[in-house]
């Protein structure tokens, strides 16, 4: 059984678009996080949201609102797609605050 | 500016041979964590080490940190084609994570 999964693991879409990407852990964690993977491999965390809470936000324009319908889901969503926005995104959680984490596959977003 | 910062950026070398990467930070910290991705797949969390440890073992992996130079090591021995991965250092400091970019280790048989 997986233990973060995410979907769709691949995403191609145009500019302005609006766009979804869905994200499961079934391992009971109470803390859930996205990141986003740049060309280069840098990996800069977005979210965390700790037992259904936002705990931090990074900077990310609010063109990304993450939503987190129950302590084991936490979904990205992202409005207005821009072409800066093409990189990986992962999902991940732990028991505790950012030790530990287990990460999804990712998902390849490409704005064309 | 980027919390961690691995080096070197690239590594090659044969299986059977020892790997070392180096992590360097700004701020104090909590503690250090060290993940690997292979290619294409997300990250997979290696070992921990806490600000007021100086070593850690685990199977192959060594990773020391030195609190005073800010910087941490993480030592591969025998290392094996499946080792082949790019190399992640985590900080947190204080609810700050911050993720370097990364060693690319590649190991030849």
């Known amino acids: 059984d997986t233990a973060v999964s995410q979907t769709p693991k691949y995403l191609v879409t145009q500019m302005g678009n609006d766009k979804s990407i869905k994200c499961e852990q079934n391992?009971?964690?109470?803390?859930m996080y996205w990141y986003k993977q740049d060309s280069k491999k840098f990996l800069k965390i977005m979210f965390s949201?700790?037992?259904?809470?936002?705990?931090i936000n990074e900077t990310v324009p609010n063109r990304f609102s993450p939503k987190s319908p129950d302590k084991a889901h936490l979904n990205l969503h992202i409005n207005s797609l821009e072409l800066g926005d093409s990189a990986v995104y992962f999902c991940?959680?732990?028991?505790?605050?950012?030790?530990?984490?287990?990460f999804g596959p990712g998902t390849r977003l490409t704005v064309t | 500016s980027q919390q961690g910062e691995e080096d070197p950026q690239a590594l090659s070398i044969q299986e059977g041979e020892n790997a070392t990467m180096n992590c360097s930070y700004k701020t104090s910290i909590n503690n250090l964590q060290w993940y690997r991705q292979n290619s294409g797949r997300g990250l997979v969390h290696l070992i921990l080490?806490?600000?007021?440890?100086r070593e850690k073992h685990s199977g192959r992996l060594r990773v020391t940190l030195d609190t005073s130079k800010k910087s941490s090591s993480l030592l591969i021995t025998a290392s094996r084609a499946a080792d082949t991965a790019s190399y992640f250092c985590?900080?947190?400091?204080?609810?700050?994570?911050?993720f370097g970019a990364g060693t690319q280790v590649v190991v030849t048989p």
């Open positions: 949201y700790n037992n259904k809470e936002l705990i």
């Open positions: 985590a900080t947190d400091s204080w609810g700050k994570l911050q």
């Open positions: 391992l009971g964690h109470d803390t």
């Open positions: 080490i806490r600000s007021n440890e």
């Open positions: 991940a959680s732990s028991q505790v605050e950012f030790l530990e984490q287990y």
